[in-house]
């Protein structure tokens, strides 16, 4: 199991919709992506269609977790925690529950240095969603000491448009490779190739 983080610069947007295609494109039939949300209060509603890996870590991390919200949502699954020490916790919990999968964690900027020094599963890469004609000193002072810690680090410039950002949020692969996001970023990030679009096995909710 590999663990990414996204956050923002300053007041960016568009890193939660990040967070969300990044776990796509780390998803396959197979193998649910997780999607951790520090920065929203409760899970999104299941979605109509998940696949079955989706519904099988959502009622893994249900049992483990009663109390946090989880969703599956077309072939990831969402789990929302708190901002708070918590929800920290509530991460170290979650992650070994994602086997083999990719975990994506989306929280705010001043949990961000917390969560790194958690002795959580391996978090190997960072992405950063930033305005740089207003925060461009900020990010370069948070990637380089990012890279010191020896993450694979990326900067978003600009965030997803509307349907991909619904698409990714939704657990749909956008289309188009890295479900919406620059196809080098996610290998940087996932540390090989884009998984290629596939058509999971569909369960649908009643």
Not at 53 to 67: D, G, K, Q, S, T
Not at 110 to 120: G, I, N, S
Not at 174 to 203: F, K, Y
Request: with cysteine; net charge neutral; aromatic share 2%.
């Amino acid at each position: 199991m590999t663990a990414a983080l996204v956050s923002r610069v300053g007041v960016a947007g568009g890193a939660r919709a990040a967070a969300a295609a990044l776990t796509c494109a780390g998803s396959d039939p197979d193998r649910a992506g997780l999607l951790v949300d520090l920065e929203t209060p409760r899970a999104p509603r299941p979605t109509l269609v998940a696949s079955a890996a989706a519904r099988e870590l959502e009622e893994r991390l249900a049992a483990h977790l009663p109390e946090a919200g989880v969703a599956s949502r077309g072939w990831t699954c969402h789990l929302a925690l708190p901002a708070d020490p918590s929800g920290i916790e509530g991460i170290a919990a979650a992650l070994p529950l994602v086997d083999d999968s990719l975990a994506v964690v989306h929280l705010p900027p001043h949990l961000l240095q917390t969560v790194l020094e958690e002795p959580l599963a391996r978090i190997g890469s960072v992405v950063l969603r930033a305005d740089l004609g207003v925060d461009r000193a900020l990010t370069a002072l948070a990637a380089r000491d990012l890279m010191e810690r020896g993450l694979r680090v990326a900067v978003l410039k600009q965030p997803l448009g509307w349907l991909a950002s619904r698409r990714a949020l939704a657990g749909i692969l956008p289309a188009g490779s890295g479900g919406g996001l620059p196809g080098r970023l996610c290998e940087r990030l996932l540390g090989a190739g884009t998984p290629a679009p596939a058509q999971p096995r569909i369960q649908f909710r009643v």
